[in-house]
């Protein structure tokens, strides 16, 4: 009978593990969908669950912005990822820029995506829209156009851009211990279509 009891508990916790996956440095990716449009290119929906550490919400109510990145790669097929990588090092886009910031006059979050902005009444509101997309359209016309949705891997990743913090918060942020390191890791499109 003991026996059987640590098996349902074990059981359980799996159960929860499988359900609740753990979250990476606090950046969950919970929507990565693709769909591979006729005309070769890729339409990208993402959605992300963003956990922001107390130092980063202070950092916040003092004025400071902080820029999060969702970039894709391309790694199939591979001849074409290979080109893209290498146009990438001279652009960048590959890459939406959400800027967040609070602005303690009207009390709220604003989300920024170049000279669009989005205001939010509670942190909680403005980190589900950080990462957030739907058709964004990457690669150019035709860059898929002869390979089918099977043939095609493209990851996705949102990330705090430390670099864009003010300069001595990015030597906070190299040490270690103190790290930030909000990063969802590359994450596989569900990629559909044609």
Known sequence: MHCCK?????LALCLLLICFP???DGVRATRTDGI?????????GTRFYLEL?????????????????????????????YKLRFSHLFSDENVISYKLSYHPVTNRYR?????????YPTLETALKALGATANWEILHQGSLKDYSSSDIQISVQLA?????L????????????????????????NIVGE
């Open 6 to 10: 640590k098996i349902k508990h074990f």
């Open 22 to 24: 753990a979250m990476a």
């Open 36 to 44: 591979k449009m006729p005309n070769g290119t890729v339409l990208v």
């Open 53 to 81: 550490p107390k130092p980063l919400q202070e950092l916040l109510k003092q004025g400071i912005p902080l820029q999060f990145d969702l970039s894709y790669q391309l790694n199939r097929p591979t001849r074409v990822a």
């Open 111 to 119: 989300v920024a995506i170049g000279s669009f902005y989005t205001e």
């Open 160 to 164: 705090l851009n430390e670099q864009r």
């Open 166 to 189: 003010p300069k001595p918060y990015q030597v906070n942020a190299a040490d270690k211990s103190k790290r930030w390191n909000l990063d969802s890791g590359w994450v596989r499109l």
